[in-house]
């Protein structure tokens, strides 16, 4: 299938698929998604405060000194021309005032009046002057970080409606590969075990150590229960490696087993075309997705850049993932027929992107220095200057562990 068209059909199988809502504090709404527009209970401000420290003042001065208002309290109304009261920054402007003077532009007369000129400009926030009561200020489908949360938190609420985050688990399989130590003859490292459940929390998901599974043994059996159990528990289940037609490749015969609906049957994308995402009915109705990735390192994250990073910001009702433009400092080869997803860096300074060495399917180097991927589309070569999409890589620390 096209990459970018997988890219589509698996963000729309998780959007229809998007999580139950849930109502959290505002201290549990970290790293989640707004499932309603956030809009302002009040005007913001709700009342005019002063933005410096001085004195509120009505009429002409010199000003008689009639009382302090800090913030937090309710100030009587200045009624009389010649007033004034000593006002603290955020606290609330009496009624009556005409001005605002800055205490470090006023002085005293010996009988302890107020004198000096209040600037043109108001020294106070008025109601509203940032929202208005009912404005939405954030869409639904908005990413909860601490300036949402704030901001949130000035407007009133408690409380929020969010869609949680998806609960992810990772099954890695092949007899070969060792949890511990360095390779030795016949067997190599894991690699995807240690750092998938890590990409996986970037885009938003939940892993426990505990839906870590792995080595999976290479039997149909072993790979249909694993499936199985971790289907009972996740939202999505990623598996690593058995995504081909090989004599161990048991991933489509246990997915068929489970009686599973494929959404992407591998994708023409180099490196790693032979990833999929399916659909599992659980006993509840619910759908659950399991993401085969390929098992070569490199082409495992491809995969999880295509399709499982649309997919987790459809279940979490986000909006699909827009990709920013690259200009090409060096060539970049086509890949034919295929979509090439090439490992560059950027140049923060240029936003020019070159392409990176060491970057062989079965290869973590070059992606351990990259900032993501320059697409080059099918049929094209990406020459110097030559504009193209960027998947980047979600280089953030994770919102939620």
Not at 285 to 292: D, I, L
Not at 324 to 334: F, K, M, R, S, T
Not at 361 to 387: C, K, T
Request: negative net charge; contains cysteine.
């Amino acid at each position: 299938m096209d990459w970018a068209r997988a890219r589509s059909l698996v963000y729309a199988a998780g959007q229809a698929d998007a999580l139950p809502p849930v109502e959290v504090s505002l201290a549990e709404a970290d790293g989640l998604t707004l499932v309603d527009p956030l809009t302002t209970l009040t005007d913001l401000p709700a009342f005019p405060t002063s933005s410096v420290d001085g004195w509120a003042v009505r009429g002409t001065g010199p000003w008689r000194v009639v009382g302090r208002v800090l913030a937090g309290g309710t100030p009587p109304p200045l009624t009389e021309d010649g007033s004034a009261v000593e006002i603290a920054t955020g606290a609330m402007l009496p009624a009556g005032a005409d001005e605002v003077l800055r205490i470090e532009e006023s002085t005293r007369t010996d009988d302890g009046r107020v004198t000096g000129t209040p600037r043109t400009t108001p020294e106070w926030r008025s109601p509203g002057e940032e929202a208005y009561a009912g404005e939405e200020l954030l869409a639904a489908g908005t990413p909860v970080g601490p300036g949402v949360i704030g901001l949130a938190a000035s407007c009133g609420y408690d409380r929020l409606r969010v869609r949680p985050a998806p609960r992810a688990a990772l099954l890695v399989f092949g007899d070969e590969l060792l949890t511990a130590g360095p390779p030795k003859a016949g067997q190599v490292r894991d690699a995807l075990g240690p750092a998938v459940p890590a990409w996986l929390r970037r885009y938003g998901a939940t892993v426990a150590p505990s839906d870590v599974i792995g080595p999976v043994a290479d039997t149909l059996s072993a790979h249909v229960t694993a499936l199985r159990t971790a289907l009972a528990g996740a939202d999505l289940v990623c598996t690593t490696g058995g995504t081909m037609h090989g004599p161990v490749d048991h991933l489509h015969p246990a997915l068929a087993e489970l009686g599973a609906e494929y959404v992407v049957n591998t994708v023409a994308v180099r490196p790693g075309f032979p990833m999929l995402l399916a659909r599992v009915t659980g006993p509840d109705g619910r759908s659950r997705y399991v993401a085969g990735l390929p098992g070569n390192p490199q082409s495992a994250i491809v995969a999880l850049v295509s399709l499982v990073a649309p997919l987790l910001a459809g279940l979490q009702g986000r909006p699909a993932p827009l990709l920013p433009y690259v200009d090409l400092a060096e060539p970049i080869a086509g890949r034919g027929d295929y979509t090439h997803l090439a490992l560059v860096r950027v140049d923060p300074v240029t936003g020019t992107a070159r392409p990176v060495r060491h970057v062989g399917s079965a290869m973590l180097r070059g992606l351990a220095q990259a900032d993501g991927f320059a697409v080059i589309e099918p049929g094209s070569s990406g020459e110097v200057g030559a504009r193209v999409p960027l998947v980047p890589l979600p280089l953030l620390p994770a919102v939620r562990s």
